[in-house]
């Protein structure tokens, strides 16, 4: 059993999932459903797709070039089953994602290191592209702010006076 790649959108066909195209100079085409199918149908570039593989590659949204990439290229040698090669090719496999994750989060990261320095700059311009919209808004919580605290200093008064008061009947009840 072998899990195949989209010829779409570069996902997982799963055995017993997806459809495959065959045209007549018996080239093969994978889909792993019929969203991609249809794409393919209407003649869609996948590169100028959004949801794609090959649109985040070309966009730089994804690592297009890394040597683990050469580790999922397909093989078609047979090879005799042997034990310790399995155990050690499926901790090879491990160790090869646990590389790959860690460089596309160092990627990820390098792409949107300037991001959220842009995106206050972009705050701060339209802000004060519209601030005639905020001043209400702003003069109108100050308003409510000062309620607040107003009716919060009032119930503490309240309190205060209440225990007060319950102190001085208990002295009067002692002294009784």
């Known amino acids: 059993m072998r899990v195949e790649k989209c010829y779409f959108c570069s996902s997982p066909c799963y ?9 007549n ?3 093969q085409f ?34 297009a070039v890394d ?6 290229k397909r093989r078609n040698r047979p090879v005799k089953y042997d034990r310790d090669l399995m155990g050690k090719t499926i901790l090879a496999m491990q160790r090869v994602q646990e590389i790959k994750e860690k460089r596309e989060e160092r990627f ?17 311009v339209e802000i004060e592209k519209s601030i005639e919209l905020l001043a209400p808004a702003v003069a109108k919580r100050e308003e409510v702010m000062r309620n607040v605290v107003d009716s919060a200093r009032a119930r503490i008064a309240a309190r205060k006076k209440g225990q007060k008061a319950l102190a001085s009947n208990v002295e009067e009840q002692m002294e009784e």
């Not at 055995?15 to 195209?21: A, D, K, L, N, Q």
């Not at 040597?67 to 999922?72: D, G, L, M, Q, S």
Request: aromatic share 12%; charged share 40%; net charge positive.
């Open 15 to 23: 055995p017993g999932h997806g459809m495959v195209f065959v045209r």
């Open 25 to 27: 100079d018996s080239k």
């Open 30 to 63: 994978r889909f792993c459903r019929s969203k991609c199918h249809r794409n393919f149908n209407k003649k869609r570039n996948p590169r100028k797709v959004a949801w794609t593989k090959a649109y985040r590659k070309t966009r730089g949204k994804e690592m």
């Open 67 to 72: 040597a683990t990439f050469e580790f999922e």
């Open 108 to 124: 990820f990261a390098n792409r949107m290191k300037d991001a959220k320095a842009e995106k206050k700059m972009q705050v701060r």
